[in-house]
């Protein structure tokens, strides 16, 4: 069974950092790209960053470009972003989601939430 | 960057009735358009992918169409399991942006 497992989301002043990570199981991890979706509070989906299997490529929405970095540890399972110049419009539910074929997301994380705020 | 729109934004419909959500690109993005239904406090489903190809396990009420720019989801008999907010998703973009649509709730009337 697949299982995707956020954690590392919390409370966090302007201008900080985090790191949130996705520990995977019940598939090859290392075969499938991810991506982060994020849903601000009462708000719709906004894709915010994406990675092949092998961590070569990455790609961001440019919202976060220069401030969120995706990473993985295959050998771990693990999926990451580290958020950098944390802003109040960051605050939402992280999710992280298993791409497949065409690249639609076929399983999701249940969310971590980040707060941004003083 | 290609844009993603749905309409309506929302509707309030009844147990058994057919409902119809548009969603539209603002550049062709062939068959490459994704569905996920979405319920308060829940993780996004995914339904249907490719425009038209039913994920493994999701009922057959559920049905999608849709080429280039325009595409629609079906509900072919509303079940009260299926109030929820849709969202469309394209997949096609280069450098890979995966656009979702605003999305459409699904209330009861």
């Known amino acids: 069974e697949v299982q995707l497992l956020e954690s590392g989301g919390a409370l966090e002043q302007p201008g900080g950092s985090l790191r949130l990570s996705c520990g995977a199981s019940?598939?090859?991890?290392?075969?499938?790209?991810m991506s982060w979706v994020r849903q601000a509070p009462g708000k719709g989906l906004e894709w915010v960053s994406g990675i092949s299997g092998s961590g070569g490529t990455t790609y961001y929405a440019d919202s976060v470009k220069g401030r969120l970095t995706i990473s993985r540890d295959n050998s771990k399972n693990t999926l990451y972003l580290q958020m950098s110049s944390l802003r109040a419009e960051d605050t939402a539910i992280y999710y992280c989601?298993?791409?497949?074929?065409?690249?639609?997301?076929?399983?999701w994380g249940q969310g971590t939430l980040v707060t941004v705020s003083s | 960057d290609i844009q993603m729109t749905q309409s309506p934004s929302s509707l309030s419909a009844s147990v058994g009735d057919r409902v119809t959500i548009t969603c539209r690109a603002s550049?062709?993005?062939?068959?490459?358009l994704n569905w996920y239904q979405q319920k308060p406090g829940k993780a996004p489903k995914l339904l249907i992918y490719?425009?038209?190809t039913l994920q493994s396990g999701v009922p057959s009420r559920f049905s999608g169409s849709g080429s280039g720019t325009d595409f629609t989801l079906t509900i072919s008999s509303l079940q009260p399991e299926d109030f929820a907010t849709y969202y469309c998703q394209q997949s096609y973009s280069t450098p890979r942006l995966f656009t979702f649509g605003p999305g459409t709730k699904v209330d009861i009337k």
């Open positions: 490719a425009a038209a």
């Open positions: 019940g598939f090859t991890f290392s075969r499938y790209a």
């Open positions: 550049q062709s993005i062939s068959n490459y």
């Open positions: 989601a298993k791409h497949r074929d065409g690249n639609r997301f076929d399983y």
